[in-house]
């Protein structure tokens, strides 16, 4: 089991381009989430999904979009970068309650 | 006020010592509560799930307070594997977790 795998693992973006992490996870689980992490901020979350085909808004979905069309993926997009989403970016997945990270996503916006 | 609030540290220790950790949650209605262990620049990883009789598992021990809003970590016999950071999460509603910010322990050999 590869676990939860994130792609890229690292992304510099000009401010106004457009792109999308992957998250995709083999476990089965019905829920995943999307994290950013920030010094001095502690880990937030940004969106989540209970199921394939449902997404809600976390604590800071501003400028952000997601998308859960298989089970095994959950994709987070950025329509238009700014430099305010200078961040590492995490995906967890969980089955219940315990949460499992994908190694994460460096991106800078330039 | 923060959420989960815990002491960044860092907290700086010699092998072999006992170190403990406090998080305090402000959600009185916190269900559930975890340690995580996060070294730098990886992702974070479960310790221990935190029960409300306490539990340990090998030199980790996690104590859960309602009544003041604490949890409580404690190591025993430090390690220099042991040095991270530890988060503090207690969840907030249905499968919303919210996590501390983190508290940095190096174990000084």
């Known amino acids: 089991n590869a676990g939860v795998t994130q792609t890229p693992k690292f992304r510099v973006l000009k401010t106004g381009q457009s792109m999308t992490l992957l998250c995709a996870q083999d476990?089965?689980?019905?829920?995943m989430y999307w994290y950013r992490q920030d010094p001095g901020m502690g880990l937030r979350l940004i969106h989540y999904?209970?199921?394939?085909?449902?997404?809600a808004k976390g604590e800071v979905p501003d400028g952000y979009n997601v998308s859960r069309l298989k089970k095994q993926n959950f994709l987070l997009g950025l329509e238009s970068a700014a430099p305010s989403q200078t961040s590492v970016y995490f995906c967890?997945?969980?089955?219940?309650?315990?949460?499992?990270f994908g190694p994460g996503t460096r991106l800078l916006v330039l | 006020r923060k959420e989960v609030e815990q002491d960044p540290g860092p907290f700086n220790v010699p092998e072999g010592a006992t170190v403990a950790f406090n998080c305090t949650y402000s959600?009185?209605?916190?269900?559930?509560f975890f340690w995580y262990r996060q070294d730098c620049r990886k992702e974070p990883k479960l310790l221990m799930s935190?029960?409300?009789s306490g539990n340990e598992d090998g030199r980790f021990t996690a104590q859960l307070n309602r009544a003041s809003q604490y949890i409580s970590l404690l190591i025993r016999d430090s390690k220099l594997s042991d040095s991270a950071t530890y988060l503090c999460?207690?969840?907030?509603?249905?499968?919303?977790?919210?996590f501390g910010t983190g508290t940095r322990l190096k174990v000084l050999a």
């Open positions: 476990m089965n689980h019905e829920y």
């Open positions: 999460v207690a969840t907030s509603g249905t499968y919303k977790y919210i």
């Open positions: 999904s209970v199921g394939e085909g449902t997404t």
């Open positions: 935190v029960y409300s």
């Open positions: 959600n009185s209605a916190s269900q559930s």
């Open positions: 967890a997945s969980s089955p219940e309650e315990t949460q499992y």
